[in-house]
């Protein structure tokens, strides 16, 4: 049964057209720096937000209409919903998808009966992938929502709690790689303290770390070659969450011999509230090669909470993709939609109409990004910027060669460094002028 019966496929109609269930800037097959605008952006949708997310906040409850869902824990509801969840995937022209275990299928009254019922959904979402030609961008596990997980998972002080946990990541690995999702991701909703009083950080950290060796090994022993995520995020739920930022994050996994296994999955709405920019959150990843995906969203600097905002700010899209485009795109990842529409937003052509903004923002931010790029003043300034270390006494630094003692010498002997400007003004003029 169809679900969106007036709502047409959304296509793409150019900047001038003023139907809201239409493209204005996504235009899938345009070429931009030689791949087509849908190579580049690799768009996916979260299963959570789009299907479970029924809106409540902590003052009231869900507002969302969803008129297919029965609310039961019944398998038939889940695969009802994935029905009209592949349905909305087709009709908004978006190629991959994300989702948590318990999302997909219902968390049951013991452990082996939610693995059934996992494992029953997974089938007929494969079949639904097949039919469809839709790809899982990543899989993950709900590790944060049940009462048991209130302590942490991996980090919990329960040893119990962390071995119900591991089962769990067991089954969801399984179910990605059964559905060949391209990576599998650890977002630590929980794994994180709220007093030092009562934590023993250090042994919850070794936890966590052995965790995600076992996982690295069931990997191995399952032949899933798909990669492995991280996701940073500084508090919500946690007070303080270990994975704070990707400098915390990309320090643990070499703390403990787990960098060249994972890779991080970026979300800005978590790089505001860390207090960085999202760019900088890419640029410390790009800087140890470990930028594998991203969780497009967006924040309010007024709402000090995690509000998983559809992307609108121009700004921010034309930041991620010049970034993207400097990595040379994405291989494993995507821009996965964790964005969920307003409370006062609850009707279901919101959801249409909040990724065609989303996709539309991002499209923007490709097409500016590559005009920065080839009209080259931004990335000549920058050159020219550190053009003292491409010869003389800046080449013998960066090869080694000196010493305190040969830049003591070095320095008498030479005038008083004048430095030039930086021209942040004049950057962001330019920046201006191409947007
Ligand atoms: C929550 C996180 C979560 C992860 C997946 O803030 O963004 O949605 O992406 O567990
Ligand atoms: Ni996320
Ligand atoms: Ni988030």
Not at 53 to 80: C, E, Q, R
Not at 223 to 243: A, L, M, N, W
Not at 252 to 278: D, I, Q, S, V
């Amino acid at each position: 049964m169809a679900y969106f019966t007036d709502i047409p496929k959304i296509v793409y109609e150019g900047s001038k057209s003023k139907n809201p269930l239409a493209f204005k800037h996504y235009n899938p097959d345009e070429i931009i720096e030689g791949k087509t605008m849908r190579e580049h952006m690799r768009f996916g949708a979260a299963y959570w937000h789009v299907m479970r997310n029924a809106l409540s906040d902590p003052f009231g409850g869900g507002t969302a209409v969803m008129p297919w869902d029965d609310y039961s824990d019944s398998v038939d509801n889940a695969k009802k919903r994935a029905d009209v969840f592949f349905e909305f995937l087709e009709k908004i022209d978006i190629d991959y998808y994300c989702f948590h275990d318990r999302d997909i299928a219902p968390e049951l009254d013991d452990f082996s009966k939610s693995t059934a019922a996992l494992n029953e959904v997974v089938a007929h979402l494969g079949q639904l992938q097949q039919s469809s030609g839709k790809k899982l961008l990543w899989g993950t596990a709900c590790l944060f929502s049940h009462p048991r997980y209130s302590q942490g998972a991996g980090t919990s002080p329960d040893a119990a709690v962390f071995a119900y946990g591991a089962a769990q990541v067991k089954a969801a690995m399984d179910a990605t790689h059964a559905l060949g999702g391209l990576g599998y991701t650890f977002w630590g909703g929980r794994e994180g303290y709220a007093t030092l009083l009562n934590t023993d950080m250090k042994r919850e950290l070794d936890h966590l770390a052995a965790l995600l060796h076992m996982a690295v090994d069931y990997a191995k022993k399952i032949g899933y070659t798909g990669q492995f995520y991280i996701e940073p995020k500084p508090r919500e739920p946690s007070t303080h969450q270990y994975d704070s930022d990707s400098a915390a994050c990309l320090n643990f996994l070499r703390e403990y011999g787990l960098l060249e296994h994972f890779k991080l999955n970026l979300e800005t709405n978590h790089a505001t509230l860390a207090g960085h920019t999202m760019q900088h959150e890419i640029s410390v990843a790009m800087g140890a090669n470990a930028l594998g995906s991203i969780d497009a969203n967006q924040g309010d600097t007024l709402l000090g909470w995690d509000t998983d905002q559809f992307p609108s700010d121009i700004y921010g899209t034309t930041q991620v993709m010049l970034k993207v485009l400097e990595m040379g795109g994405f291989t494993t990842g995507g821009l996965n939609f964790d964005a969920k529409r307003r409370r006062e937003s609850h009707e279901p052509i919101d959801l249409f109409y909040a990724h065609i903004g989303g996709m539309d923002a991002f499209a923007r931010g490709l097409k500016v990004a590559a005009a920065i790029r080839e009209d080259g003043r931004i990335a000549d300034f920058v050159k020219s910027r550190y053009s003292s270390w491409d010869e003389g006494i800046g080449k013998q630094i960066e090869d080694g060669k000196m010493n305190f003692d040969d830049l003591t010498e070095w320095v008498k002997k030479n005038p008083e460094p004048v430095v030039a400007s930086g021209r942040q003004e004049l950057m962001e003029n330019i920046l201006n002028e191409l947007l």
